[in-house]
């Protein structure tokens, strides 16, 4: 069982197009985020939601754009994409955010590759 | 405002080795200290934390940490490495006194050579 999947695994696309990465979460968790890593390796919070509500949005582009129809999912959809939107886009959970002494589990990653 | 260093951008040790891998942080509260570990291709898995309490923190794979309140470190490490620790090792902080998103260290690549 995996208790944070994400797919695509890898995605390859041409700059301009619209594409979507999905992530789901089998451990109740109540928050969820999005993590971008660079090809220096560096972890990036992008986005955390907590019961579908947005709670972290950090200075990332307009054209990247998160949903969570429920707790279990948070997707995220990115639009215009450009050179430098290649990265390793990680999905993460942990128990509710306000708990501080939380860990957080990882997806395997989708490697984005634009074109 | 909270921060954590990794200072080293790789560790080489031989098998059999002790291995330790360095985290400096800083925080306004209390720390709440995490270790991680990024296998190739792999998302981040967790092997420790530091909440409170004993100083020596004991994780998986054999790993454990040590939380020095006084030269605000975290380091990570092992009694004798593997082979297949080889990996990214990230090292990440949340600050007690009121940041909710915990704050990742660049990581350090550990290899372990046979």
């Known amino acids: 069982d995996t208790a944070v999947s994400q797919t695509p695994k890898y995605l390859v696309t041409q700059m301009g197009n619209d594409k979507s990465i999905k992530c789901e979460q089998n451990?109740?968790?109540?928050?969820m985020y999005w993590y971008k890593q660079d090809s220096k390796k560096f972890l990036k919070i992008m986005f955390s939601?907590?019961?579908?509500?947005?709670?972290i949005n950090e200075t990332v582009p307009n054209r990247f754009s998160p949903k969570s129809p429920d707790k279990a999912h948070l997707n995220l959809h990115i639009n215009s994409l450009e050179l430098g939107d290649s990265a390793v886009y990680f999905c993460a959970s942990s128990q509710d955010y306000r708990y501080q002494n939380t860990e957080a589990f990882f997806g395997q990653g989708t490697r984005l590759t634009v074109v | 405002a909270q921060s954590v260093a990794q200072p080293e951008d790789q560790v080489n040790v031989a098998e059999g080795n002790p291995l330790t891998v360095k985290c400096t942080y800083s925080?306004?509260?209390?720390?709440?200290l995490f270790w991680y570990v990024q296998y190739p291709n792999r998302g981040l898995q967790f092997l420790l934390k530091?909440?409170?309490?004993?100083?020596l923190v004991k994780g998986s794979y054999g790993f454990e940490a040590e939380f020095n309140k006084s030269q605000t470190s975290f380091h990570l490490k092992k009694p004798s490495a593997l082979v297949s620790d080889s990996a990214l090792y990230f090292c990440a902080v949340r600050d007690g006194g009121g940041s909710y998103i915990p704050t990742f260290g660049r990581g350090t690549s550990l290899i372990v050579h046979p």
């Open positions: 939601y907590n019961n579908k509500e947005l709670i």
């Open positions: 925080v306004s509260g209390n720390p709440y």
């Open positions: 451990l109740g968790h109540d928050t």
């Open positions: 530091y909440i409170t309490g004993d100083n």
